[in-house]
């Protein structure tokens, strides 16, 4: 008898929340998003819309590591063979782990949105300042699909790779390459203007998106989302398992 696929999404959530490696991951990114939060709203102006955008800055690199994790943490520890074992048909394994990083993702960008009105609030009261309390709806919108993209392309990259060390030093060390690709030559600058993530999910965060800034989104996303997932797919139905 077959195992429903929400049944496996059941499985996949409750292993990712359940282990030491999601709670951690769940709580670091929490703390360190509102420690950055806070001190851009201390330091910089207490406005809602800037305290949540400047999350940014720790979810960039931890929501990727925790999409990551919750693929390859089963490898690291070789209870892969006991899933697969419960579900022979290992695409639908790989389809039930991306949603656990989804619904954290969703559940964190929930929180801090929460909590960036009590910052903003907290702060102003202490510095003795006006809040400023506009929330642009589309930018906000857009600061969640990007997180969302950011994760899914942590999944496809530990899909991929199957090792959380090398996938991790990867996402770490790629703003700065892209960084470096586009300052090389007009060449590279318009290369990161359709592969970068980080450049090509910008307008997203404006809340400004063009159709041309969409089509550079969904040609980054084919790039780094849903080609490395198919590969890394293909990879690991091959995988012999031990």
């Given at each position: 008898?077959?195992?429903?696929?929400?049944?496996?999404?059941?499985?996949?959530?409750?292993k990712?929340?359940?282990?030491?490696?999601?709670?951690?991951?769940?709580?670091?990114?929490?703390?360190?998003?509102?420690?950055?939060?806070?001190?851009?709203?201390?330091?910089m102006?207490?406005?809602?819309?800037?305290?949540?955008?400047?999350?940014?800055?720790?979810?960039?690199?931890?929501?990727?590591?925790?999409?990551?994790?919750?693929?390859?943490?089963?490898?690291?520890?070789?209870?892969?063979s006991?899933?697969?074992?419960?579900?022979?048909?290992?695409?639908?394994v790989?389809?039930?782990?991306?949603?656990?990083?989804?619904?954290?993702?969703?559940?964190?960008?929930?929180?801090?949105?929460?909590?960036?009105?009590?910052?903003?609030?907290?702060?102003?009261?202490?510095?003795?300042?006006?809040?400023?309390?506009?929330?642009d709806?589309?930018?906000?919108?857009?600061w969640f699909?990007?997180?969302?993209?950011?994760?899914l392309?942590g999944?496809?990259?530990?899909?991929?790779?199957?090792?959380a060390?090398a996938?991790?030093?990867?996402?770490?060390?790629?703003?700065?390459?892209w960084?470096?690709?586009?300052?090389?030559?007009?060449?590279?600058?318009?290369?990161?203007?359709?592969?970068?993530?980080?450049?090509?999910?910008?307008?997203?965060?404006?809340?400004?998106?063009?159709?041309?800034?969409?089509?550079?989104?969904?040609?980054?996303?084919?790039?780094?989302?849903?080609?490395p997932?198919?590969l890394?797919?293909?990879?690991?139905?091959?995988?012999?398992?031990r």
């Open positions: 008898m077959s195992i429903p696929f929400h049944r496996l999404i059941d499985v996949e959530t409750r990712f929340f359940d282990t030491l490696v999601g709670q951690v991951l769940t709580v670091v990114t929490l703390v360190l998003a509102i420690g950055i939060m806070t001190g851009f709203a201390w330091f102006e207490p406005t809602v819309q800037g305290v949540i955008m400047i999350s940014g800055a720790v979810l960039s690199i931890l929501l990727p590591a925790m999409g990551i994790l919750a693929v390859t943490s089963e490898w690291s520890h070789g209870t892969v006991t899933t697969f074992a419960l579900e022979p048909r290992r695409v639908r790989i389809a039930a782990k991306l949603f656990p990083p989804v619904i954290a993702t969703a559940l964190t960008c929930a929180v801090l949105v929460g909590v960036a009105f009590v910052i903003t609030g907290a702060v102003a009261a202490g510095r003795g300042v006006a809040a400023d309390w506009t929330l709806p589309a930018a906000t919108a857009g699909v990007v997180n969302v993209i950011l994760v392309s999944v496809a990259l530990g899909t991929l790779i199957l090792n060390p996938a991790i030093i990867i996402v770490a060390t790629s703003a700065m390459a960084s470096l690709i586009a300052v090389s030559s007009t060449t590279g600058a318009a290369i990161a203007a359709w592969l970068d993530i980080g450049t090509t999910t910008t307008p997203l965060l404006d809340g400004r998106a063009t159709a041309d800034d969409l089509e550079r989104i969904m040609v980054s996303i084919a790039v780094w989302v849903l080609l997932l198919i890394g797919a293909v990879r690991v139905v091959r995988r012999e398992v």
